[in-house]
C-alpha cells in the first residue's frame, strides 16, 4: 500500500539560510523536500529555478520533489534533471500533450507527476496520465503562493483517484497542517506537502510524525 511521504515545502523557509533549512526538516523525519518552482507566468509569483535547485543538491541525499508552476513544462526538464530533481510535477493546464511530456520526464531521468489546480476535474488525470505518470498531484490552494487556506473541496478528487487507483502515489499541497490534515488522509491522499505549518512550528518533528501516522492509518482501508 502507498506509504506515507511527508515532503515540507521550502517555499515557507528562510531562503538566506535555505541550506539550513532543508537540512533541518530531513533531521525532523521528513521523507522529501518539496520545491516550488514558479515562473511568474504561470502563477503570479517567482521563486527559484535550476540554478538554486543545483547549489542544494550536495547538500542533502533528500528526494527533490520539484513542482514545476511554468508555462512551458517541456522546457525545464533536463536544466532539472541535471540539477539534481527526482521528481518532475508539472501542470496538466500548462500543456495540450501531457502524455509526451511524462515520456520526457522519464527519459531524462526523474519520477513524473501530473499536478491539478483546484478548478482543473479530476477526469483529464484519468487513464493513460494516471496510468503513465508516477503520482498525481491535487492542489488544495491556487497555485502561487504559500500561506494559504486549504481547500477542503479539492479532496474528493483524491478519493476518485485512489478507488480507482490502489497503487498509485497521490499528493496534496496547500493549506496542511494539523486541523486540515485529516480529510486529505481519508480520501487516500499519501503524500503530503507542508510549508507554513511545518516551517512554523516549534516542534516539526512531531507535526511529521502526526502526518505520517493519521495517513498511514487512513492507507490502511485502500489495500492491505
Ligand atoms: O505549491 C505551493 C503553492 O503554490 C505550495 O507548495 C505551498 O508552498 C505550500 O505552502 P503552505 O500552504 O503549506 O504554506
Ligand atoms: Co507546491
Known amino acids: 500500500m502507498p506509504k506515507a511521504i511527508i515532503a515540507p515545502s521550502v517555499l515557507a ?6 541550506q539550513a533549512e532543508a537540512t533541518r526538516m530531513v533531521k525532523n523525519g521528513a521523507d522529501w523536500l518539496h520545491l516550488d518552482v514558479m515562473d511568474g507566468h504561470f502563477v503570479p509569483n517567482i521563486t527559484m529555478g535550476a540554478p538554486i ?4 543538491r550536495p547538500c542533502t541525499d533528500a528526494f527533490f520533489d520539484c513542482h514545476m ?47 491539478l489546480k ?13 496510468e503513465l505518470a508516477d503520482m498525481i498531484l491535487i492542489m488544495t490552494v ?7 487556506k486549504y481547500k477542503e473541496e479539492c479532496v474528493a478528487k483524491a478519493l476518485t483517484l485512489r478507488q480507482r487507483y490502489p497503487h498509485l502515489d497521490i499528493e496534496v499541497d496547500g493549506g496542511l497542517a494539523l486541523d486540515t490534515i ?16 511545518l516551517y512554523g512550528a ?8 502526526t502526518f505520517r501516522s493519521k495517513v498511514d492509518e487512513a492507507q490502511k482501508q485502500w489495500i492491505q
Open 53 to 56: 535547485i543545483k547549489c542544494l
Open 69 to 115: 508552476m511554468v508555462s512551458d513544462p517541456a522546457k525545464w526538464v533536463d536544466d532539472i534533471a541535471k540539477a539534481g530533481g527526482n521528481m518532475y510535477t508539472f501542470h496538466i493546464e500548462a500543456t495540450n500533450d501531457p502524455i509526451s511530456v511524462i515520456h520526457q520526464i522519464h527519459k531524462a531521468g526523474m519520477k513524473a507527476g501530473v499536478a
Open 202 to 209: 516549534p516542534n516539526p518533528h512531531e507535526v511529521i510524525a
Open 142 to 148: 491556487e497555485p502561487g503562493f504559500g500561506g494559504q
Open 182 to 197: 485529516d480529510s486529505s488522509a481519508q480520501a487516500g491522499a499519501n503524500v503530503i506537502v507542508a510549508g507554513s505549518s
Open 118 to 130: 483546484p478548478g482543473t476535474p479530476v477526469d483529464v488525470a484519468l487513464g493513460d496520465v494516471a
Open 13 to 18: 523557509c528562510d531562503f538566506a539560510n535555505l
